[in-house]
């Protein structure tokens, strides 16, 4: 027989049930904090390493029997500080001597070092040269420059006067690179440079020049910037051209500030790089990062596109079949070398494994292989340690203790999603291992962010683009940047436009490296 529960025994039941079930709410939402808490130290130690850490990638062996430089400089006596005095003193003030002014508004001081170029009259050349006879000089002055210095060229033009007509002439001046412009193709050629491979910004520039004694305005730096940079689009753009004619292209993207948003901000935008097989760069400009960018580029495209794991590109490889797409292990091992602190003995596996990759990378660079031969070591080589590392990321996934927010859960799933793209370089012979070769010629942007800061406006960073493009090109052709762009500035107004081709740093080389043209300063 069923005896009924009192009522307040029913209540107390209730509330029983309810505390459990609230308890329980509970140690979930703890459980979920402590995995957001633990999510967010792993962020914070990541961008700490950003900020302060090293950037190297290279692994550290700790050994015991190596002192620390703490260790060493410890029992050093700290040398006693020597008693300082003040001296105070005058000195009379430099006066600038406007006697340096030039005809074309060039102005420089004594301490400026001036060639003189002597250009004989054509009248005292020829068979009725003793009918001329030199009355006077004219003069032109235009600023050169060599690595590290700046030169003012003085061109000597004979004023000549026959003897019977009475009549005066005179040699016309050289021609410059630009119309009316007081700048030889050298200073062009070297402020460019100076820029753009070792990042030193026109304001530093305009400084220096000042210290030299020169007087130039700050605006003329830019508008020489900017004719140099539209006589050199068309080949920058052919550059381009040749490097999405490879069979396996490397992109990818980084960021820069291009162009004012609103009073005090600057609009971000992103520099696209594109590595050819033939070790040539590209570079072109836009305010977005999506690969609407970059899929004009490639709807013709026809071979391997080598990425990192950005999902744009997976969606446009998808699009467009002709396209195979491999990616980088570099950037899968970054996404372990997160999860040290987390997973420090998965983590360990995990890199050793990979390193493995990198040793039978190293072999072949050693022995030399090309083509078949190489695509014959890595299959032989890598390829069994590769299916050993996949095997072991699908063993971890299947670990229970293992939550999503763990730094090793994402780097196991973000390898697992890519095992087919990862593992295309084992049959191509032309693909790397990684986008490290890309990455190298890419920094000259982050390097340059780090100094020139940003761009005024979206044409400043397409010029960038232009430059870029062909100074890195030199770099990987083995081209002096400087000779490059003394050349070149000066022939392709001369050159048929039908084979602007030729003036691409890879050709150039090729055609025209061995005897190119020459600056007034190097003749």
């Not at 060229?153 to 009549?167: A, E, G, I, M």
């Not at 460019?192 to 910004?201: A, G, S």
């Not at 392709?492 to 490296?513: C, M, N, Q, T, V």
């Amino acid at each position: 027989m069923n005896l009924p529960i009192p009522a307040n025994q029913i209540s107390h039941l209730q509330l029983l049930q309810q505390s459990q079930v609230l308890l329980q709410e509970q140690k979930s939402t703890t459980k979920l904090l402590k995995q957001e808490i633990e999510s967010l130290k792993h962020q914070l130690a990541w961008f700490k390493q950003q900020v302060f850490g090293e950037k190297s990638e290279k692994r550290l062996i700790e050994n015991p029997d190596q002192l620390a430089l703490g260790e060493i400089l410890k029992n050093i006596e700290s040398p006693e500080q020597s008693e300082t005095e003040t001296i105070t003193y005058k000195r009379r003030k430099k006066q600038r001597n406007d006697d340096c002014v030039t005809d074309q508004g060039l102005r420089f001081t004594d301490e400026v070092p001036v060639e003189l170029i002597h250009i004989p009259a054509p009248e005292l050349q020829g068979e009725n040269a003793d009918q001329y006879e030199v009355i006077d000089y004219k003069y032109t002055h235009r600023l050169a420059q060599r690595p590290g210095s700046y030169v003012v060229l003085k061109y000597q033009r004979d004023v000549v006067r026959h003897k019977q007509d009475q009549t005066l002439s005179t040699t016309p001046a050289p021609s410059g690179l630009f119309d009316r412009s007081f700048a030889d193709v050298s200073f062009i050629a070297g402020m460019l440079v100076e820029k753009y491979r070792y990042h030193l910004p026109l304001y530093r520039q305009h400084q220096r020049l000042e210290a030299s004694g020169i007087t130039v305005s700050r605006g003329t730096l830019t508008q020489l910037e900017q004719r140099a940079a539209q006589l050199l689009e068309p080949i920058a753009k052919e550059s381009l051209n040749s490097c999405l004619e490879s069979h396996t292209l490397a992109l990818d993207e980084t960021p820069a500030k291009a162009g004012l948003k609103s009073k005090g901000k600057m609009k971000k935008g992103y520099f696209w790089c594109f590595y050819g097989d033939q070790d040539e760069m590209a570079f072109i400009y836009s305010a977005s990062r999506s690969c609407d960018v970059v899929e004009p580029y490639l709807q013709d495209f026809e071979g391997v596109l080598l990425t990192d794991g950005y999902p744009g590109y997976d969606s446009l490889c998808k699009k467009y079949p002709k396209i195979i797409h491999a990616e980088c292990w570099t950037h899968s091992r970054r996404y372990f070398v997160k999860s040290e602190k987390a997973e420090p003995e998965a983590t360990k596996e995990a890199l050793k494994q990979i390193g493995e990759l990198y040793k039978v990378e190293d072999d072949i660079r050693r022995l030399e292989l090309e083509g078949n031969a190489l695509r014959d070591y890595r299959q032989q080589q890598a390829k069994p340690l590769v299916d050993q590392f996949f095997e072991w990321n699908r063993e971890q996934l299947r670990r229970l203790d293992l939550v999503p927010s763990n730094p090793l859960s994402k780097a196991l799933g973000y390898v697992y999603n890519r095992e087919k793209e990862l593992q295309v370089y084992l049959h191509d012979p032309t693909v790397a291992i990684d986008t490290n070769h890309l990455e190298r010629g890419l920094r000259c942007i982050p390097m340059g962010r780090k100094n020139w800061m940003f761009c005024w406006t979206e044409e400043g960073a397409d010029n960038v683009a232009v430059f870029q493009t062909l100074i890195t090109s030199c770099l990987l052709a083995g081209i002096d940047p400087y000779k490059y762009l003394v050349d070149v500035l000066q022939r392709i107004s001369l050159h048929p436009a039908r084979d602007i081709r030729e003036l691409i740093p890879r050709l150039w080389k090729e055609r025209f490296g061995a005897n190119p043209l020459k600056a007034d300063l190097e003749k």
